[in-house]
């Protein structure tokens, strides 16, 4: 078949318009003028600003801790979930697994409020421990959704196999499922790790006195007068991440690239399923 | 040791006496997979079921004179609304929730659908490039379409460079800002889920029905299409839930004016001080959000999700 | 035997990981030893410049945890979970303040602590709130104006009646507030901001539909970028936004409504079980002191609630941050109406918003 340069094409204007507005805010982090409408020439300022801010590397490191905590919290709920559901001998299977999906889908205002609520009612103190436990139910649909499509792909054979050969659950489970696994939990972990990074509104609700983390700073300042200061801290995390990515591609690019491969698949169908609900 | 930790069909076929029944049941609840699940039966019912009937619970409370809500049950949330203004706000929500799903669906199929084409290094990149925008800042992101499409803004610019226009469009606080700010925050998502089924698609197919003397587009249609159907759908479904209850981009970039009923639940939370009418709302949200999954379920068939992975 | 190990392994994880969540810096502090080494400031996002809470730092020793929240309504929830503990020192609004102190989640200021209350501008005192001043420090005010620029305006606005003037057509932005914009109406309908008459409201509403087609944002957040960006040319917004656009483009034009002002009050207070109240009234007093407050007053642009600050604030400002003489008559305060009223209010407030959609 003969390949025609549209796709290409296609493909690169979308992305490119995908990148135009994160390069404004790039841009607009070095303005001099206080007025985000205003270009003032270019400025370091903001970013001097930034690193004298001390609120916001505590905001980063609680956000990174959270989204660390509530991600890997995420990670055993979620595999243990996927790997014992199909098996397991309990009452209301499916309507746990629908409920537990909940968090991703109802309005994240109202999960917010009802949060508060319910933990002021059940005396969990406001703080870490909130937001982890808030950010983890929202965090594990979309391990679960992940690891759950992965196993249905797997050859059940393995592990019969393995089985007939005298080898022992925990064998199978160790040896056989969880390395087919891992690139789903990756990818898992990441994408509730983002989640985790970005969320605002459940945050506000179960925040406490002193863990603010990084988003909620982001949309105070946002809404208090946007100074160029907050496009320089996204300028930054920006950078972090492609920094990251790049680093992760070139280590797997030394590594399998079967794998990676599989973790990029992976990650789209996690995505739809999420919603999609596979039942 | 091995017969020891077998699943329950296995036991179904022991032979049966009473010692071994209780022993059978015993061990069904020690099972390995019935303990792996307890976690997510704890977690969620502690703090997602909790919450939820709790919200249920509230929605049928009346709210207090200033603050706070009365123990007394009323139907007036629900019957509340029933009012014209807020079935519009409904019906308005489903419109954009509409409109942005269509014109997702148009960006983002061809997109998924290209990706799956390309080589297998160029689909990695890909799929990093799309990552990469959701570790930044969804907010953030917005704040860029604001100072594109602000007065005087960077498309006013281009526009007035270009000679093609003599005065600044108003484009920010428009409801075409809404909707082009809508697809872009959930595209990626279409682009996912076309990708995922493009990408399983047997390309030889295509090529089979070419043979048998298809045009491009009659293959397209006839094979490509209807094998990546289950993608589009879940990404409908996908688009169509989160735009219903979007609220801060109608806010930022609509200027306020579009109200969904994201918008109109916030209000009530924090403005109005309503928590049971917004508890309400949220109940009529979620049953609608469920219908459209089991309407998804329905027309797409849980067999061909499940295929697809 | 090894099954058992595995499980032995994953619950350890999940315990390792529960104990993570306990160590980490979250969990509040309650329950300090006599001398307080901290304060939990409970507030919007930038009410003082760094400068000033460092210096508090400083000189007292005190860590300042400041957390942010976005309504006041937030604040309140926040507060009555915690039962009005967790925080040590809360800025709010005054309508908010009345239903903190009828909760009981607010205590009485020991004024022995604080030498400079004396300081405050009498004016800010004794309102609905707290009429005795036993509870609040008041800290900032403001007033709703109209501000608008008068190169893109052809007609002389002195008053809200002037917004519904057609040729304002798509160029009019107001601030979020449902009470203040539904107050406009009511105020050109000669009506109070509290009025219980529900037939009231509902003309109200009726006469703000009116205005949709002028509408072209509605937002509480930096409305002022849109007037001076040229987004829109009239404004209807709150003191420090005005301020703060007067001081970007001096030719804006601030106008001071014939029909009435709106006028709230921002106050201090400590909560009913603050875990550092010492630390609080020594943050209280800090800022009271005038050079202090009027540094303060300068980066928030608000009406200055302290007297003895007057006259230190930058002449540049001044004139901003002062009330203007003989303004008490015409001002009235907007206060929590009942139940139903407040229903009415939500309703046309959602009804003019779809209307300005409309268009």
């Given amino acids: 078949m003969k390949k025609s340069k549209i796709p290409s094409l296609y493909l690169g204007l979308m992305l490119a318009l995908m990148y135009v507005p994160i390069l404004l805010v790039i841009i607009y982090s070095f303005n001099e003028s206080r007025i985000s409408s205003v270009w003032g020439g270019w400025s370091l300022r903001w970013y001097r600003d930034l690193f004298r801010d ?44 629908y409920l537990s999906t909940l968090p991703i889908m109802i309005p994240e205002i109202i999960l917010g409020m009802v949060f508060l609520v319910y933990f002021a009612l059940i005396r969990l103190p406001f703080g870490m421990v909130t937001l982890a436990v808030a950010h983890t139910s929202f965090c594990t649909p979309y391990v679960y959704m992940l690891v759950k499509a992965r196993l249905v792909g797997i050859d059940k054979s393995y592990a019969e196999a393995a089985k007939d050969l005298g080898a022992t659950e925990w064998n199978v489970f160790w040896d056989i499922t969880l390395p087919l696994i891992l690139p789903a939990i990756t990818s898992g972990v ?18 406490g006195v002193n863990t ?68 | 040791m091995s017969a020891e930790i077998k699943a329950g069909p296995t036991e179904a076929s022991d032979p049966g006496g009473v010692p071994q029944k209780r022993k ?35 929605s049928f409370l009346k709210r207090a004179e200033t603050w706070g809500v009365l123990r007394e049950f009323t139907w007036s949330n629900y019957t509340n609304i029933l009012k014209p203004v807020y079935l519009k706000t409904f019906y308005e929500s489903l419109k954009l929730a509409f409109f942005t799903t269509f014109f997702v669906a148009l960006v983002g199929y061809p997109f998924g659908y290209f990706m799956a084409r390309l080589s297998a290094t160029w689909k990695r990149r890909m799929m990093l490039l799309l990552m990469i925008p959701f570790w930044t800042s969804s907010l953030i992101r917005l704040y860029g379409w604001i100072i594109i499409f602000r007065a005087n803004g960077t498309l006013d610019k281009i526009l007035m460079g270009l000679g093609i226009t003599q005065a600044p469009l108003k484009l920010l606080y428009t ?135 | 035997m090894k099954k058992l190990l595995g499980f032995a392994i994953v619950l350890a994880l999940l315990v390792s990981l529960a104990s993570a969540c306990q160590k980490t810096p979250g969990a509040p502090t309650t329950g300090e030893g006599p001398q307080d080494k901290e304060l939990n400031l409970f507030t919007w996002e930038g009410m003082f410049p760094e400068e000033v809470l460092a210096r508090f730092e400083d000189e007292t020793g005190i860590r300042i945890n400041y957390s942010t929240f976005d309504f006041n309504e937030t604040m309140l929830a926040k507060l009555e979970a915690s039962g009005g503990g967790d925080y040590d020192l809360v800025i709010a609004d005054d309508y908010i303040l009345e239903a903190v102190i009828s909760s009981g989640l607010a205590q009485k200021l020991d004024l022995s602590k604080i030498p400079n209350i004396g300081n405050v501008n009498p004016i800010y005192q004794g309102q609905f709130y707290d009429p005795n001043n036993e509870y609040t420090v008041p800290y900032g005010a403001g007033v709703q104006t109209i501000v608008y620029n008068p190169d893109a305006v052809q007609i002389e606005i002195d008053g809200y009646e002037d917004l519904w003037d057609p040729s304002l057509k798509d160029s009019l932005g107001t601030i979020a507030n449902h009470r203040v914009i539904n107050g406009m109406a009511l105020k050109v309908l000669g009506e109070s901001y509290n009025t219980e008459d529900l037939e009231v409201i509902e003309a109200a509403g009726r ?153």
């Fill in chain 2, 175 to 309: 409801y075409s800002a809404v909707v082009v700010g809508m697809i872009y925050a959930l595209v990626p998502f279409m682009i996912f889920a076309v990708y995922s089924s493009a990408e399983k698609l047997d390309w030889q197919l295509v090529e089979a029905a070419r043979d048998l003397g298809a045009t491009p587009w009659q293959a397209f249609i006839t094979v490509s299409f209807r094998l990546t159907l289950p993608g589009l759908l879940s990404g409908v479904v996908l688009t169509f839930i989160p735009s219903m209850g979007l609220f801060f981009i109608a806010d930022i970039l609509g200027g306020n004016k579009v109200i969904l009923v994201g918008n109109l639940i916030q209000e009530q939370l924090m403005k109005a001080r309503n928590w049971p009418f917004a508890a309400a709302l949220s109940v009529v949200l979620m049953i609608l959000t469920s219908i459209m999954i089991a309407l998804y379920r329905k027309v797409s068939g849980v067999k061909d999700l499940e295929g697809l992975v």
């Fill in chain 1, 212 to 279: 603010n983390t990084l988003p909620l700073k982001i949309y105070t300042q946002l809404k208090t007068g946007v100074t160029p200061k907050i496009n320089a801290l996204c300028t930054l995390m920006f950078a972090a991440t492609m920094l990251i990515v790049l680093m992760s591609a070139w280590f797997a690019k030394k590594s399998v690239r079967k794998t990676e491969r599989r973790i990029s698949s992976e990650e789209a169908s996690g995505i739809r399923n999420s919603v999609g609900l596979a039942r």
């Fill in chain 1, 54 to 97: 001390r609120d916001i590397m505590d905001a980063m490191t609680n956000s990174l801790i959270l989204a660390t905590v509530s991600s890997l919290s995420a990670a055993v709920i979620g595999t243990l979930a996927a790997v014992g559901m199909p098996r397991a001998n309990l009452k209301g299977k499916g309507i746990i697994e």
């Fill in chain 3, 207 to 359: 006469k703000l539909i009116e205005l949709a087609p002028n509408i072209r944002v509605i937002k509480d957040d930096n409305l002022q970028d849109d007037l001076l960006s040229g987004e829109i040319d009239v404004a209807v917004m709150y003191t420090s936004q005005v301020t703060t656009a007067k001081l970007a483009n001096p030719d804006l034009k601030v106008v001071f409504p014939k029909e009435g002002i709106g006028f709230g009050i921002m106050a201090n207070f400590i909560p009913a079980k603050a875990p550092h109240p010492d630390a609080a009234h020594k943050f209280i007093d800090f800022i009271l002191d005038p050079e202090v407050s009027a540094e303060c007053f300068e980066w928030l642009r608000y009406y200055c609630t302290n007297k003895a600050a007057d006259e230190l604030i930058n002449p540049d400002y001044r004139d901003f941050l002062t009330l203007p003489e003989g303004f008490n008559e015409d001002m009235e305060m907007i206060r929590v109406v009942s139940a139903e009223a407040e229903e009415v209010h939500t309703r046309i407030w959602t009804e003019f918003k779809a209307a300005c959609g409309q268009n």
């Fill in chain 2, 24 to 58: 059978a049941a015993l061990r069904r609840f020690f099972d390995a997979a019935t303990i792996s699940v307890m976690p997510i039966y704890a977690f969620t019912l502690l703090f997602v079921v909790g919450p939820l009937v709790y919200m249920f619970i509230l």
């Fill in chain 1, 190 to 207: 990441l994408l509730a790790f983002a989640m985790s990074l970005d969320d605002v509104v459940i945050s506000v609700f179960v925040t």
